[in-house]
């Protein structure tokens, strides 16, 4: 597993949210809803020189929208579906819109379902500590899906 660094400027994501009071599988139910009506927010959608999108995101945060970590050992928190979006932009009906502060982030690329136990040890055992929560991220060139862990804020 490699991991990177990068500092990331605060972006806005629009897509659609939930939380694990919603149930089993609800970040499934998230992106099967997001996908079904991606139609609606494709204008919104920051996209580079060639007219591509620049990212689909899993955005994350605890229940008072502060960004911090899901609660009571990342089991409990929000979590919006979507893709990053110009800044000034206004959701339509049923969408929200999270504007994510500026982190620098460790980020790896989503190999497995241990990847996430796997860098959060590689923090513990580096005195690394969160400074937010963690976000999942999919390249829309490639697909190839990517974990972002902020560790210190901007």
Not at 34 to 42: K, R, T
Not at 53 to 74: E, K, V
Request: aromatic content about 14%.
């Amino acid at each position: 597993m490699e991991i990177k660094k990068c500092i990331k400027e605060s972006f806005s994501v629009i897509g659609k949210e939930g939380s694990t009071n919603d149930g089993e599988s609800f970040i499934q139910k998230l992106w099967d809803d997001a996908n079904a009506n991606f139609a609606e927010v494709v204008p919104l959608a920051k996209k580079d020189e060639n007219g591509n999108l620049i990212g689909i995101w899993g955005a994350m945060s605890d229940f008072s929208r502060s960004f911090n970590p899901w609660d009571n050992h990342f089991k409990d928190g929000l979590y919006l579906a979507g893709i990053e979006a110009v800044d000034n932009s206004q959701p339509p009906p049923g969408w929200v819109k999270w504007t994510i502060p500026s982190y620098e982030y460790i980020y790896v690329e989503n190999e497995s379902q241990n990847t996430f136990s796997e860098v959060s040890e590689y923090l513990k055992e580096n005195n690394i500590k969160l400074a937010g929560a963690v976000h999942d991220y999919i390249c829309p060139e490639n697909g190839q899906g990517y974990i972002f862990f902020p560790i210190r804020r901007i």
